[in-house]
């Protein structure tokens, strides 16, 4: 299975990949976003360790379970062959109705067929006044004409 673009990345195609990602995870389908990583994928998410896809689904499905409203944005910071770093900040709030931001950094490693073997995300949570909230898109993919991470000033 290949998934475009392919390693090693251009500037464009880098920010593309990053998009890409952006775009599944605001799907919030945990078996979809699943694969575009590979079988044995590793991640370190905070200070959990995930390996594989099977984990990779049980571990976004108690995510989206607990950070509900989740809108995501991704923003490429760098890039190099099969390597891609990205920032991101995310909005969500919990079954209490309380709000927060969670901002983080990501390492991204591909293989040839530009599936993500390793995941490497350190994030930080913030909470936040619902008037604060700056992701106001309806749940799913971010419009193209809504600002970037930049743009918003994060």
């Known amino acids: 299975m290949s998934r475009p673009p392919l390693p090693p990345f251009t500037r464009e195609t880098a920010i593309e990949k990053v998009r890409l990602a952006e775009d599944g995870w605001n799907t ?5 976003v699943s694969l575009a990583y590979t079988v044995d994928s590793h991640w370190r998410n905070r ?4 390996e594989g896809r099977e984990a990779i689904v049980a571990f976004l499905t108690r995510k989206w379970s607990r950070e509900l409203d989740y809108r995501l944005i991704k923003e490429l910071w760098a890039f190099d062959g099969n390597r891609i770093a990205v920032r991101f900040a995310y909005e969500w709030h919990d079954d209490s109705g309380n709000w927060y931001r969670s901002y983080g950094n990501e390492n991204w490693e ?3 067929d530009g599936l993500m073997r390793r995941r490497l995300a ?3 949570d913030a909470p936040i006044a619902e008037k604060d909230r700056k ?8 419009p193209d ?8 000033g994060f």
């Open 122 to 124: 350190c994030i930080n």
């Open 145 to 152: 004409d809504h600002p970037s991470l930049s743009d918003l």
């Open 28 to 32: 919030r389908d945990p078996a979809r």
């Open 110 to 112: 591909f293989d040839d």
């Open 47 to 50: 200070a959990e360790f995930i």
């Open 135 to 142: 992701y106001h898109w309806p749940l799913g993919r971010r």
